[in-house]
């Protein structure tokens, strides 16, 4: 788990995950502090969140959030690092997850820019129920205006509803840029 040997812009990222599966964060969720280093959970700092990090050493990350009051959004951070889409055509994720109640999350990949950042969403909704689903998306780099091809900085952003208690594992996650 120490080293990080693989190449292209996706290593980054798949190796933060690597890392946070074998770390198993548990406890409170707190609004910007790193899981582990390039993870994190975002809210509005004003509101107030009743849950945690649950054990599970099977998954990448395990989380219940009971209540959330005063805030818009609540979303999860992985950092994808600083890298250059020139040259590549597609950048996606694979999902495995399940969750006790079906939970829908829309994602995007969220670049750094010169008045601060651009939101490109997926297509798709990721959908997790209580039977373990698999859920694979993918954008064209050229056909999304949203997505700048240089940037210093990139998160993949999961946005879980902020209005109703959500329980979810990411079993796996993985990026790729091809």
């Excluded at 297509?123 to 091809?149: C, F, I, W």
């Amino acid at each position: 788990m120490t080293n990080n040997i693989r190449l292209g812009p996706d290593a980054n990222a798949n190796q933060i995950l690597r890392v946070l599966r074998a770390e198993n964060p548990t406890g409170d969720i707190q609004c910007d502090a790193p899981l582990v280093p390039g993870v994190h959970f975002s809210f509005d700092p004003a509101a107030t969140l009743r849950g945690g990090l649950l054990d599970n050493e099977d998954a990448i990350l395990s989380f219940r959030i009971e209540s959330l009051k005063d805030s818009h959004w609540l979303a999860l951070h992985v950092s994808l690092g600083g890298f250059d889409l020139d040259g590549f055509g597609v950048i996606g994720f694979i999902c495995k997850s399940t969750a006790p109640s079906a939970v829908a999350m829309k994602s995007c990949i969220r670049s750094g820019t010169e008045a601060g950042f651009v939101d490109c969403f997926f297509d798709k909704q990721v959908v997790s129920y209580a039977q373990t689903s698999t859920h694979l998306d993918a954008m064209d780099v050229e056909g999304r205006k949203n997505l700048p091809t240089q940037a210093p900085w990139r998160d993949f952003i999961l946005f879980l509803p902020p209005d109703r208690p959500v329980e979810a594992t990411l079993l796996d996650l993985r990026f790729f840029i091809v």
